[in-house]
C-alpha cells in the first residue's frame, strides 16, 4: 500500500467517523463532506477519473448543501437540547462491530493474497459514453425516468399544504 | 500553422531549459511547482489590476473619475487596497463557530485556484491535460457554493445566514444552465478535454477562424453562458446575495481584514475561471482571430481575449439594475433551461444537416423563435401608468 | 496484503461507521447520511473490483457506481423531502419520539 492510499483512506476514515459522531449537525455534514472528497481521491487513484469528478460534482455540490438545508428548515441547527444519540446506542454499534468483524473475516479468508497487481486499465469517456448509449442504454433511459419521478415527487412531498380558507 | 515560434513557447523551453539543472529524482516535484507558481502570480496580479480597472470603469459610467489619487492616474490603488486590509484588526464575532468561519475563505480560494488546471492558457501550456477536464472544472466550481454557505452560517448573523442561503439557491440555479450551455460544444468537438476543444478551434478556413462562437448554436450557448457565469459568480445585475442596500453585503458582513480581502479575491478569481472556461469553449482559446495575426504568440491572445471578457463583465455591472429574488429564479428556471435545452437540440440537427445557407437558416429560427415566444410569455403582464406622487404635487 | 484486500478492508470499515450512524443516532436527517455513506462504501467496492478484476474493458464497475451515484442522490432527496414534512406536522426530527403510528 502505498503513501498515497493511506493518506487519502486516513482522510476519509476520520471525516467519515467525525460525521457520525459530532453533536452539531452542520459540522456533521462538514466533516462529511471531507470524508467523500478522500473518497473520490482513492477513486482517482483507482484510475476511474469520470467517476472521482462526478462524486464531487453529485455529492459535495448537491447531496451536502441539500442536507444543509434540509438541517437549517428543521431547525435542528442550533446547539442541541437533546442528546445526540438514542438510547439504544449500546445495541447499535454492538451490530455495526459484528458486521464489520464478520466481513473483514470474510474478506481476509477468501481472497488470495497476491501481490500480482494487474496494470492500470486505460479509459477514456469516449468509452464511458459509447457504453452509456450503446450497452447500457436502457438503464440511462430508466434513470432519467427515475429522477424526473424523484424531483417531482420530492417537490410534491415538501410543499406546504394549502390552507383551505372557509 | 503549428510551427513551434521560440517567442510562442518561450515559457515552456524556459521552463525544461530549467529542469534540465535539477537532478532526476526531483525533476516531477520541481516541474510540477515551476508550473503552478506562474498560475499563484499571474492570477493575484490580474485581481489587483481588475479592482482598479472596475472602479474607474463604472466611476466613468457613471460620470465620475474613478480612484485617481494614489499613483499615476490612480493605478497604485490596488497597493493602497493590500495594505489596508493586511493591517486592518481581525474581529471574529464572540458567538460565531471558529473554526468554519477562518475555514470558508480558505476553502473558497483553494476552489477557485484549482479551476486554473484545466485551461489552456498558451499553446502546449496546460497544467494539466485531464480527460475530463470540463467535469473537473464544474465539479471543483461546485465546492464555492459549500464555501459560501460555511461563511454565512458560522457568522451567526441573521444577514449573513440571509444573504448565504439567496447566494446558494441562485448560485446552485444557475448551475444547471451553465453546464448544459458548455454540453453543447462538448458534443461537437467529441471530448471533454479543453487542449482537444481548443486544438479544434485553431484551424483556419482563408482568413476565418473556426471558433464555435461562429454558428448559431455556438453564439446562443455562449450568451447563456456568460449569464449563467454572472449569476454564479455573483457579480451585477445578480448580486442580490451582496448586495449593500438590500442586506448589508450580505454572507461576509462579519469578516474584516485580510478575510475580507480572500472572499473578494476568491470571488474574482472564480470570475476570471469562468471567463477562461467560457474562451475555451467558444472563442477559439488561445488562437488568433484571423490567420495573418498567428505571429503573436498564443499566451497573449488569451489574456487579451480575458480582458475583453472582464470589461463585457464590468459595462454590465454599471449598465443594468439589479435582479430581484423571484426574478432571478424564475429566469435561470423558466427562461435558460428550456433555452439551453432546445441550443442542444439545434446543435445536433446542425450536425446532421449538409452545410450550406439551409442549415443556417433552419438552426438560427430554431433558436430565435422560441426566445421570443418564451421572453414574451414570461413577461408579468403589468400595466404601465403615468406615475402620480402622492405628497408632491 | 494485496491492494485489493486493502480497498475491501477500507470500504468494509465504511459501511460499519455508516450503519452505527444509522443505528445509534437520533436525528433523522443524520440517518439519511448514514445510508449515503453505506452506499459509498459499495460505490468504492464496484471501482476496487473493476480496477483489479479479470477484464476492466467492460466497464461494468464504473457504470454500476455512475447509475449508484445518481439514484443515490435522487433517494436523498425524496428522503429529505419527506423529513421536511414529518417536521412540519410533529415539530421534531428526534427519531426516538416519532415512535407512534397515530397522529
Not at chain 1, 40 to 69: D, E, P, S
Not at chain 2, 129 to 146: I, P, Q, R
Not at chain 2, 251 to 264: D, M, P, R, T, W
Not at chain 2, 287 to 298: G, K, N, R, V, Y
Request: with cysteine; hydrophobic share 55%; net charge positive.
Amino acid at each position: 500500500m502505498t503513501l498515497f492510499f493511506l493518506i487519502a483512506a486516513a482522510l476519509t476514515i476520520v471525516g467519515t467517523a467525525a460525521a457520525m459522531s459530532l453533536r452539531n449537525p452542520i459540522h456533521c455534514i462538514l466533516s462529511l463532506t471531507l470524508g467523500l472528497v478522500g473518497l473520490a481521491v482513492l477513486y482517482l487513484q483507482l484510475g476511474a477519473q469520470f467517476v472521482g469528478f462526478t462524486q464531487v460534482l453529485v455529492y459535495v455540490g448537491a447531496v451536502a448543501i441539500l442536507a444543509v438545508f434540509a438541517i437549517m428548515m428543521t431547525r435542528s441547527a442550533g446547539s442541541p437540547q437533546q442528546p445526540a444519540f438514542s438510547r439504544s446506542w449500546l445495541s447499535g454499534s454492538a451490530v455495526a462491530v459484528v458486521v464489520f468483524a464478520v466481513l473483514a473475516w470474510a474478506i481476509s479468508s477468501a481472497l488470495p493474497s497476491t501481490k500480482i497487481v494487474p496494470p492500470q486499465p486505460a479509459v477514456s469517456v469516449n468509452q464511458i459514453g459509447d457504453a452509456l448509449m450503446h450497452k447500457f442504454a436502457l438503464p440511462l433511459e430508466i434513470i432519467g425516468l427515475l429522477l424526473t419521478a424523484a424531483l417531482i415527487g420530492a417537490v410534491i412531498v415538501a410543499m406546504p399544504e394549502r390552507r383551505e380558507t372557509p | 500553422m503549428i510551427v513551434p515560434d521560440t517567442v510562442d513557447q518561450i515559457f515552456v523551453l524556459s521552463k525544461h531549459w530549467l529542469l534540465g539543472y535539477v537532478p532526476t529524482a526531483l525533476q516531477p516535484i520541481v516541474s510540477a511547482i515551476l508550473s503552478v507558481a506562474p498560475v499563484l502570480v499571474v492570477f493575484p496580479l490580474l485581481f489587483a489590476i481588475t479592482t482598479v480597472l472596475e472602479r474607474k470603469g463604472l466611476g466613468r459610467i457613471q460620470n465620475r473619475y474613478g480612484p485617481n489619487r494614489v499613483g499615476p492616474y490612480g493605478f497604485s490603488q490596488p497597493i493602497a487596497d493590500g495594505i489596508k486590509s493586511l493591517t486592518k484588526e481581525d474581529i471574529v464575532p464572540r458567538s460565531a463557530d471558529q473554526v468554519v468561519h477562518l475555514l470558508a475563505p480558505l476553502l473558497l480560494v483553494m476552489a477557485a485556484f484549482l479551476a486554473y488546471a484545466v485551461l489552456p492558457i498558451g499553446r502546449n501550456m496546460v497544467l494539466t491535460n485531464l480527460n475530463a477536464g470540463v467535469l473537473f472544472f464544474f465539479a471543483v466550481g461546485s465546492m464555492v457554493e459549500l464555501a459560501v454557505f460555511m461563511a454565512g452560517w458560522s457568522s451567526r448573523s441573521k444577514y449573513s445566514l440571509l444573504g448565504a442561503m439567496r447566494a446558494v439557491a441562485q448560485m446552485i440555479s444557475y448551475e444547471v444552465p451553465l453546464v448544459l450551455a458548455s454540453i453543447v460544444v462538448i458534443m461537437a468537438s467529441g471530448s471533454l478535454s479543453t487542449v482537444a476543444i481548443v486544438n479544434l478551434q485553431a484551424s483556419y478556413t482563408s482568413i476565418w477562424p473556426h471558433w464555435f462562437i461562429f454558428t448559431p448554436w455556438g453564439f446562443t450557448g455562449f450568451v447563456l453562458f456568460m449569464i449563467a457565469a454572472t449569476a454564479e459568480s455573483n457579480r451585477s445585475p445578480f448580486d442580490l446575495p451582496e448586495g449593500e442596500s438590500e442586506i448589508i453585503a450580505g454572507y461576509y458582513i462579519e469578516y474584516s481584514g485580510f478575510k475580507f480581502a480572500l472572499f473578494f479575491l476568491g470571488e474574482y478569481l472564480g470570475m476570471f475561471a469562468t471567463s477562461g472556461l467560457a474562451i475555451t469553449l467558444f472563442l477559439g482559446g488561445w488562437a488568433a482571430p484571423f490567420s495573418f495575426l498567428t505571429w503573436i504568440p498564443s499566451y497573449i491572445w488569451f489574456f487579451a481575449k480575458l480582458l475583453a471578457l472582464i470589461c463585457v463583465f464590468i459595462w454590465i455591472r454599471g449598465t443594468l439594475p439589479r435582479l430581484r429574488m423571484d426574478q432571478l429564479m424564475g429566469l435561470a428556471w423558466k427562461f435558460m433551461l428550456p433555452m439551453t435545452l432546445l441550443n442542444i437540440f439545434t446543435a445536433g440537427v446542425w450536425h446532421f444537416m449538409p452545410s450550406g445557407f439551409t442549415r443556417w437558416l433552419v438552426c438560427t429560427s430554431l433558436l430565435i423563435v422560441p426566445c421570443l415566444l418564451l421572453s414574451r410569455g414570461l413577461k408579468q403582464r403589468k400595466k404601465l401608468q403615468i406615475r402620480t406622487y402622492r405628497f408632491a404635487e | 496484503m494485496s491492494p485489493l484486500n486493502a480497498y475491501l478492508l477500507l470500504s468494509a470499515l465504511l459501511f460499519s461507521i455508516g450503519l452505527a450512524g444509522v443505528l445509534t443516532r437520533r436525528n433523522a436527517i443524520l440517518v439519511l447520511i448514514g445510508i449515503e455513506l453505506m452506499l459509498n462504501a459499495a460505490n468504492l467496492n464496484f471501482i476496487a473490483f473493476w480496477r483489479y478484476g479479470p477484464n476492466p474493458a467492460a466497464l461494468t464497475g464504473i457504470m454500476f457506481a455512475i447509475f449508484s451515484i445518481a439514484i443515490a442522490a435522487a433517494e436523498a432527496a425524496v428522503g429529505l423531502g419527506i423529513i421536511l414534512a414529518v417536521y412540519r406536522h410533529t415539530k421534531t426530527t428526534d427519531l426516538d419520539q416519532l415512535n407512534s403510528m397515530k397522529g
